[in-house]
T-cell receptor, first 112, second 108 residues
Framework: SQTIHQWPATLVQPVGSPLSLECTVEGTSNPNLYWYRQAAGRGLQLLFYSVGIGQISSEVPQNLSASRPQDRQFILSSKKLLLSDSGFYLC???????????FGNGTRLTVT | KNEVEQSPQNLTAQEGEFITINCSYSVGISALHWLQQHPGGGIVSLFMLSSGKKKHGRLIATINIQEKHSSLHITASHPRDSAVYICAVREYGNKLVFGAGTILRVKS
């Protein structure tokens, strides 16, 4: 069966510090991978998606970047966090083509 | 105007009531997803549909492509159904656009 792992679950970081959130998927190959952010009281916002290794599409220009160094690994990074980067970050995967989305448990990031 | 509009934004129901959550969208889509977000934040996919109707347990999802509208129904609601329900549409080109969510609280 397929599983998705996302860590850490919670993170408190000072402004200006770097960020690295990792997401891995097991039990499938060549998945589409997504990073979403949910600000407090707001809906989900797509940040990045990837249809293959090294292929990253950015939806919203911002302080974040994403990388896909391996087929089932998706990393969300920042060199210098801003207060506005606080939020709930979710990784998701799906098989290519029309498919059900599967979400990780999320990372709650607080930038102080 | 958002591409995906959900109504109501908040809904409180008594246990056992029949619940309907609506989703309207303004763009052409290839599929529509209904998601459930638990209080802890985890999200579960309930349905993906591109036409007609799907049923899973007490949950029913319908979509009318011509009217650009979908509904999620919960029969015999229970406090454990309390969650945020999110509609998301997949535009042609694969982009997913999310509604803001409907906060449902079912009281016993």
């Amino acid at each position: 069966s397929q599983t998705i792992h996302q860590w850490p679950a919670t993170l408190v970081q000072p402004v200006g510090s770097p960020l690295s959130l990792e997401c891995t998927v097991e039990g499938t190959s060549n998945p589409n991978l997504y990073w979403y952010r949910q600000a407090a009281g707001r809906g989900l916002q797509l940040l990045f998606y990837s249809v293959g290794i090294g292929q990253i599409s950015s939806e919203v220009p911002q302080n974040l970047s994403a990388s896909r160094p391996q087929d089932r690994q998706f990393i969300l990074s920042s060199k210098k966090l801003l207060l506005s980067d606080s939020g709930f970050y979710l990784c998701a995967w799906e098989r290519t083509g029309l498919s059900t989305l599967h979400f990780g448990n999320g990372t709650r990031l607080t930038v102080t | 105007k958002n591409e995906v509009e959900q109504s109501p934004q908040n809904l409180t129901a008594q246990e056992g009531e029949f619940i309907t959550i609506n989703c309207s969208y303004s763009v052409g889509i290839s599929a529509l997803h209904w998601l459930q977000q638990h209080p802890g934040g985890g999200i579960v996919s309930l349905f993906m549909l591109s036409s007609g109707k799907k049923k899973h347990g007490r949950l029913i999802a319908t979509i009318n492509i011509q009217e650009k509208h979908s509904s999620l129904h919960i029969t015999a609601s229970h406090p454990r159904d309390s969650a945020v329900y999110i509609c998301a549409v997949r535009e042609y080109g694969n982009k997913l656009v999310f509604g803001a969510g409907t906060i449902l609280r079912v009281k016993s």
